[in-house]
């Protein structure tokens, strides 16, 4: 399976970033679909999930800044974030899992490189 993740860029704090998630996974409707992030020197965290069903849940350093949302029908997870911060700064992955976030299903994608400057 592939994941590949796009959108990310350079960005003033309190500015907007769009990315995108291309799954390769032929399930992948089926599954809870997540956004990670991991910055320099630090261990990679769960930001956001989207199940099935369309429900999302956010971890608290980003909840009410960003949004996830799903297309299943192009296999692909978006994350919308607004009043982007310094210590949003990372790069960013895709991926599903199970029960636990830290069960994903899949081997890490590239990435995309979110840069929020102050």
């Known amino acids: 399976v592939q994941l590949q993740a796009s959108g990310g860029g350079l960005v003033q704090a309190g500015g907007s970033l769009r990315l995108s998630c291309a799954s390769s996974?032929?399930?992948?409707?089926?599954?809870?679909a997540g956004w990670y992030r991991q910055s320099p020197g630090e261990q990679r965290e769960w930001v956001a999930g989207?199940?099935?069903?369309?429900?999302?849940n956010y971890a608290d350093s980003v909840k009410g800044r960003f949004t996830i949302s799903r297309d299943n029908a192009k296999n692909t997870v978006y994350l919308q974030m607004n009043s982007l911060k310094p210590e949003d700064t990372a790069v960013y992955y895709c991926?599903?899992?199970?029960?636990?976030?830290?069960?994903?299903?899949?081997?890490w994608g590239q990435g995309t490189l979110v840069t929020v400057s102050s």
């Open positions: 996974e032929r399930l992948f409707s089926r599954y809870t």
């Open positions: 989207i199940s099935s069903g369309g429900s999302s």
């Open positions: 991926n599903t899992y199970g029960l636990r976030v830290a069960a994903v299903r899949h081997s």
